[in-house]
């Protein structure tokens, strides 16, 4: 897969944005009421309704969207006739712009169609901006929906929603609260990990994986006790858009496939549910991947070079696991509440998820998966 991406990056990158805007008449904006009061965005805005005849704005997108949200979204556009779509917020608001790109075109198929199986030809011209530092949603070709009442998340995927343009602009995740720069931090440092080592990785995904993981551990810590670092800010953008362009050329496993249902279920918020599950998946994968564990710990700013591949690989489980604590994030289900009666839901939900479970670099039984869960309940284990 080819991202042919255009990315522009740096402090006040969206000043300089003219060009991408050249000869189009009708815009549509996507965001929620949060991301659109930033005065960076309000920025934006005004700079777009100056250079674009028609302006519209689809300010309600929730965390989490089903496909009833975007439905009503669809439903609620005054015309699906649009030569722009900007997508500006987190990977909920990202993967709604980019099913609208591809919605929003003349003999498009329906959502219906989408969530079935059919795959889109054609898209508007997208530009996508992140405000956090975690989904790499602008790098991938996914678009991830809860169903509710399956109580689950699907993917629709095609290459075809991979967007024209990125920006990656620090200052706009600064009005990021600490615990979303943290579970977004943790998401994408699941995207680096599971595709470094899954069965379909391979030297592109590799590369990407290994840039990525080298920036995010140099810099996550940093932009949650110095919220102002601009630089920072903008080497986790950078650090989540490679996780993105991981997914892209091979595929996350184990963490992702065990926190859709918990998603679904429970309605965690996606990067909560894979922090939660980060330690305890890699703690199981870590013998299949020892190699990959070693090269990923050597990346660590504080790694000590003269261990061994099998002291390496378990002193990274080890890291995964702390920083999840130096973070102040959730590091079992117990912790919010959660009672174990759902455990056979989970086991079964997670086991579904065989677009990611076949990406597992060692073999999962149910009872793998259920021994992973269990974890999450400390008190209820033998």
Known sequence: MNINSTVISGYQALNDIRYLLNGKAKALLVTD???????????????LKQQIAHVSIVNNVPPEPSQHDVA????????????LVIGVGGGSVLDVAKLLSVLCVENAPSLEALLAG??????????????????????????????PEKETKVGIISPVMLPDFVALVPELTTSMPAHIASST?????CHLIECFTATVSNPVSDNYALIGMKKLFANLETTINQPGNLQA????LWASYYGGAAIAH????LVHAMSYPLGGKYHLPHGVANAILLAPCMRFVRPAAVSKFAQAYDLLPEADSSLSEEAKSLALVDYFTALVKRLKLPASLEELGISPDHLPYLVEAALDVQRLM?????????????????????SHQA
């Not at 999962?364 to 999450?376: E, H, P």
């Open 33 to 47: 009421k949060n991301i659109e009061s930033i005065p960076a965005v309000q920025a934006l805005i005004a700079q």
């Open 72 to 83: 009503a979204i669809l439903s609620a556009l005054p015309s699906r006739d649009v030569d």
């Open 118 to 147: 059919e795959k889109p030809q054609h898209r508007t011209t997208s530009l996508l901006i992140p405000t956090t530092a975690g989904t790499g949603s602008e790098a991938t070709p996914n678009a991830i929906l809860a169903i």
């Open 185 to 189: 931090g943790i998401d994408a440092l």
């Open 233 to 236: 800010r903008l080497e986790m």
């Open 250 to 253: 091979a595929g996350t496993h």
């Open 358 to 378: 076949k990406n597992v670099p060692t073999a999962v039984s149910a009872n793998d998966v259920r021994d992973v869960y269990l974890t999450l309940f400390p």
